[in-house]
């Protein structure tokens, strides 16, 4: 029983093998489109540089609260 299921095993496994070479199931040098048909690989892909701006950062007005009070938890909190 020990030999059966190692054998099994080992079966699983190279049929799993066997499934994951294909590129897609469409073979070396295509691949799946959008809507599931196999088609050829591109050329070489160039990507442009991208001028990066410096980001806008708004900061929100500091909490002021009153003499012996300090901002803690959502709101105004005596000392």
Known sequence: ???LFAAAL???TFASFSAANAAG????GFHRG??????P???VVVVAPRVVEQPVVVVPRGRIC???FSWR???????
């Open 66 to 68: 009153p003499i012996g």
């Open 41 to 43: 690989n591109g050329g």
């Open 1 to 3: 029983m020990k030999y």
């Open 25 to 28: 199931g469409c073979g070396p």
């Open 73 to 79: 938890y959502g709101r105004c909190r005596p000392l």
């Open 34 to 39: 959008p809507y599931g048909g196999c088609r």
């Open 10 to 12: 080992v079966a699983g």
